[in-house]
């Protein structure tokens, strides 16, 4: 029996390749050649004027928080169900962020909720796309305009998602990336930041090198203080690949879906990730909700998994009810789903066989128990 992963890369020679001459080859005057390409590939992928390669998303996250001015004092919103990453660079900037409930459908930030959060202090509102699943762009973006409050995008998990024809991260101020081992594409460690607007882009340019403006003729000359969270062109060959083979990823994440939800969809209690009317879900994590009729039991399905080599994969906790935070339980929706929620594998290499050992243990965890 081969172990069961929740998630890991698709490597084939194309990558293998493509790194291999990165190594030999890309220093000197190539040292850059793989990353001006990966940023090229990600813009025409996307439809989006800018691109900047970077080390993670949250670096990407924090220069782009930066250079839309974020400052100790000020206030982010964003939803509570969320990994850390999404909410830590708001620390880092001394600003505080404000966690909103979900929305019961999509797991994703409730626009209403959001607007009655905002403060003068408010500066930012960054709408991450969880799983894949897409926020409610056009009421986010809306509120946004009304208050005059940037919305950002953290599209970390949604490479393949698509909102009403326009791609998840190239609809905000501006959008982020992650190129983690667990994501669609992957560069081992890595992200991207993106954006239509000039300014900012010069601005998160100079942040990204050191704080070196780009027309900054004199050598090692910094203009400010800026960060240093750049991408490796060794990275950056391994992401070309991923991204000429984008199409392929993402079919299938959501051929992989597709085989969960024919096996669980029509059992009462369980609900899956949404693909809402003239959207497209990229479906990076397929998830199962159970709802009444079911007392779910999580650790017996972790261990059920387990007892057949799969990992499991727990649903992300609400972040304020992290010790680091102040706990929030009026975000009742969030404090409810986490505990009866579980995310399934999917990753390129799975095979039929694979989801369907998965499938069987997650129907005899459905039959016998309950
Ligand atoms: C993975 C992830 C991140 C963090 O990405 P890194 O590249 O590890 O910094 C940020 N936001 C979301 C939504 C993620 O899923």
């Not at 404000?98 to 459908?105: E, G, K, R, Y």
């Not at 998990?157 to 594409?185: L, N, P, Q, W």
């Amino acid at each position: 029996m081969t172990k069961i992963y929740y998630t890991k890369p698709s490597i084939t020679n194309l990558e293998i390749n493509y790194i291999a001459d990165a190594a030999a080859n890309g220093w000197g005057e190539k040292c850059y050649d793989y990353i001006y390409r990966l940023e090229d590939l990600f813009k025409n992928h996307l439809g989006v004027k800018y691109a900047i390669a970077t080390s993670s998303c949250t670096g990407a996250m924090h220069m782009g928080l930066a250079a839309i001015g974020v400052k100790p004092g000020d206030e982010v919103i964003l939803a509570d169900i969320n990994w850390i990453a999404s909410a830590a660079p708001i620390s880092y900037l001394g600003a505080k962020p404000v966690f909103i409930d979900v929305l019961p459908d999509s797991w994703c930030i409730d626009p209403e909720k959001a607007e009655a959060a905002i403060t003068p202090n408010t500066k930012a509102i960054i709408a991450v796309h969880l799983y894949g699943n897409l926020c409610e762009m056009d009421a986010l973006q809306a509120l946004g305009r009304r208050h005059g409050i940037p919305v950002i995008e953290d599209a970390a998990e949604a490479i393949g998602s698509i909102y009403h024809g326009r791609r998840a991260g190239s609809m905000g101020a501006f959008g982020v990336f992650s190129f983690h081992g667990t994501k669609t594409v992957t560069t081992g460690e890595g992200g991207m930041f993106v954006t239509n607007d000039h300014a900012l882009y010069e601005r998160v340019c100079t942040l990204s090198n050191h704080g070196r403006a780009r027309g900054q003729v004199k050598q090692f000359w910094p203009d400010m203080i800026g960060f240093k969270y750049k991408m490796s062109n060794l990275q950056a060959a391994l992401g070309c690949a991923q991204m000429e083979r984008i199409d392929e990823l993402v079919a299938k994440k959501r051929y992989i879906f597709e085989q969960y939800q024919k096996s669980f969809a029509n059992i009462e209690g369980i609900t899956m990730n949404p693909e809402a009317e003239d959207t497209v879900n990229g479906y990076w994590m397929p998830t199962l909700v159970f709802d009444r009729p079911f007392d779910f039991n999580r650790e017996l399905l972790l261990h059920k998994f387990k007892q057949r080599d799969i990992d499991g994969r727990v649903f992300f906790y609400p972040l304020s009810s992290l010790p680091i935070f102040t706990n929030k339980y009026e975000n009742s929706v969030s404090y409810h789903i986490y505990a009866k929620a579980i995310n399934l594998p999917s990753y390129h290499d799975l095979t039929n066989e694979d989801i369907d050992r998965v499938i069987e243990v997650v129907k005899d965890y459905i039959f016998t128990q309950h």
